[in-house]
C-alpha cells in the first residue's frame, strides 16, 4: 500500500447512523496519508489463501471486511481488494509482498521460520463483531447530470443515451454541454477533468432520481431568489465546500457499478459521441464467479478485459464529477488513546504522479524524527482503485453469489468500519484484534 489513513474520532457510539452520514458528508478530502507501519493482531485462520496466482502488476491485498446479515435469513459480506505499492526503484520487483509461517516450540521464547515466500495475492478476514459494528463507504463525487436511460452499448462503449426529452443522442452529447457550464459555474478556466459513470440498474434508478433531486433542490442558495433547473444545478456546482451526499455510496450498495470514463466524445462517423468506461473488475475464472464460501469470495482479478457489457439497454447513467475545493484538513493529528474511532480504513488518494498540491499540515519533513501512534485502528490507502465486492447467501445452505463488484478510484474515498467493545466484553483482553499506525 502507499500511504496510512490518521484515525478519526467517533463523537457519540449512541448516534453511530449520524456520525456515518457525517463522514460521507464531511470526507477527508485533504488527507494524503503517512508513511510508517500497520499491523493487526489476528488468527490463523483470517488468512485466506489465495485461489490463483496474480499478475505481478495486479498484485493485491483482499479485505474480507465485513460478515454478518441483514436480521433476516439473509447473509452477506463485503470485500475491499487493494493493489500493492509499486516498489521498483526500491527493490527491483514491480510489488513486493511476502508471505511467511513461524513457530515457537513450547516452552521456548524464540520463533522459527518455517516458510517464507514472495506472494501477489492474498486475502484477510478482518474479525468484526456484527452487532457491534457499523460500515460506511465515502465517494467524495457531485452529479453532474440525472440518471439518462442507455439506449444503447457494446462491451465498455456507451454509444446512445436518452435525453430530458426521450429523445436518443450520443452518449457524450449532453456530457459535452455539461463540462463546460459546471466550470463556468465555479468561476475556473475550462480544463480537462475526470468524469466517473454510475451505471444503475433501472430497478433501483428511481432511489437514485430521488437522491439527487434533493440534492440540486436542498442546496443553500445564498440569497439567491433563481430558483430554475439550470440555475439550481449551477448553484450546487459552485458549493465550496461541495455539496457532499451519500447518492453514490447507497448506489453502490445496491449493485451499481461506477466507471471512469477513458475516452470519448466529438469524432466523426460511426465514433462520433461514443464513450469509453474502464471495464467491469472480474475474479479470475478458477475462483467461481458465484463462490461458495467465504473463503471464495475475491480473487486477485482481472481488470483487463473490456468484453463484459457495462450497461445493458434499459439501464441508466448518470455522470459525476471530483470538484476541488479549499476545505480546510479535517485530519486528526498525534497520538490517539482513545478506542472510539473508526477502526478499519481502507481508501485511495491521489496519485504521486498527478500534479497535487500537499495540503496545510500534510507536508513531510525530511529528516523528522516525530512519531504519531493510532490506536484502535488498521488501514491503508491506495493510489491505484480498490475493487469492492458484495456478496449473498438468501438463505442457510445456499451458495453465496455476488450482488455487485465495482472499481472505485475516486481519489479520497474510504470504506470504514468502527467497532465498539460491548458491557460483557468489558475486562477482556484488549489487545487481542486491535491495530496500530507508526508514522
Known amino acids: 500500500m502507499n500511504k496510512l489513513p490518521a484515525s478519526r474520532p467517533i463523537g457519540s457510539i449512541d448516534r453511530i447512523a449520524e456520525e456515518g452520514l457525517q463522514r460521507i458528508e464531511d470526507p477527508a478530502i485533504q488527507e494524503t496519508g503517512h508513511e510508517g507501519l500497520a499491523y493487526a493482531t489476528l488468527r490463523v485462520s483470517d488468512s485466506i489463501p489465495t485461489l490463483s496466482d496474480a499478475a505481478q502488476d495486479r498484485a493485491a491485498i483482499s479485505f474480507v471486511a465485513f460478515e454478518g446479515s441483514n436480521g433476516e435469513s439473509e447473509v452477506f459480506s463485503d470485500s475491499v481488494r487493494l493493489p500493492v505499492a509499486n516498489t521498483v526503484f526500491q527493490t527491483g520487483s514491480p510489488t513486493t509482498m511476502t508471505y511467511s509461517t513461524w513457530e515457537k516450540a513450547k516452552g521456548s521464547q524464540e520463533l522459527t521460520l518455517k516458510e517464507k515466500r514472495n506472494i501477489h495475492h492474498h486475502g484477510i478476514r478482518m474479525q468484526l463483531d456484527n452487532d457491534t459494528q457499523s460500515t460506511i463507504l465515502s465517494v467524495p463525487l457531485v452529479p453532474l447530470s440525472r440518471p439518462r436511460e442507455v439506449v444503447a452499448s457494446m462491451g465498455n462503449i456507451l454509444r446512445r443515451v436518452k435525453d430530458t426529452d426521450g429523445v436518443s443522442i450520443t452518449a457524450s452529447q449532453e456530457l459535452e454541454q455539461l463540462v463546460p457550464r459546471y466550470f463556468s459555474a465555479r468561476g475556473e478556466p475550462s480544463q480537462a477533468t475526470t468524469v466517473w459513470a454510475l451505471v444503475i440498474n433501472r430497478d433501483h434508478m428511481e432511489e437514485t432520481q430521488k437522491r439527487t433531486d434533493l440534492l440540486v433542490q436542498h442546496t443553500p442558495s445564498n440569497g439567491c431568489e433563481n430558483k430554475t433547473e439550470d440555475k439550481l444545478w449551477e448553484n450546487m456546482w459552485k458549493q465550496d465546500p461541495p455539496s457532499w451526499s ?132 488498521f488501514g491503508a490507502l491506495a493510489e491505484g482503485g480498490m475493487v469492492l465486492s458484495r456478496s449473498s447467501k438468501p438463505k442457510p445452505g445456499a451458495s453465496l453469489s455476488t450482488i455487485g463488484r465495482t472499481t472505485v478510484d475516486v481519489p479520497f474515498s474510504r470504506f470504514s468500519v468502527v467497532r465498539w467493545k460491548t458491557e460483557s466484553s468489558l475486562g477482556e483482553d484488549e489487545d487481542a484484534d486491535v491495530g496500530g499506525l507508526d508514522e
Do not use: C
Not at 484538513?329 to 474511532?341: E, F, P, R
Not at 513531510?364 to 485502528?377: P, Q
Open 246 to 377: 451519500p447518492l453514490v455510496s447507497i448506489a453502490l450498495r445496491s449493485g451499481a457499478r461506477l466507471h471512469r470514463v477513458l475516452s470519448g466524445g466529438g469524432g466523426w462517423g460511426k465514433k462520433a459521441g461514443l464513450l469509453s468506461l474502464d471495464p467491469i473488475p472480474t475474479v479470475e475464472a478458477d475462483s467461481a464467479d458465484a463462490p461458495s464460501t467465504f473463503d471464495d469470495i475475491d480473487g486477485p482479478g482481472d481488470l483487463g478485459s473490456a468484453l463484459q457489457q457495462v450497461a445493458q439497454e434499459g439501464d441508466y447513467v448518470q455522470f459525476f464529477v471530483s470538484p476541488s475545493t479549499s476545505a480546510k484538513d479535517t485530519m486528526i493529528a498525534g497520538s490517539n488513546q482513545g478506542k472510539a474511532v473508526w477502526g478499519l480504513e481502507l481508501g485511495t488518494i491521489p496519485s504521486t504522479t498527478d500534479s497535487m498540491p500537499v495540503p496545510t499540515g500534510q507536508a513531510e519533513t525530511a529528516g523528522s524524527n516525530e512519531i504519531s501512534v493510532f490506536r484502535y485502528t
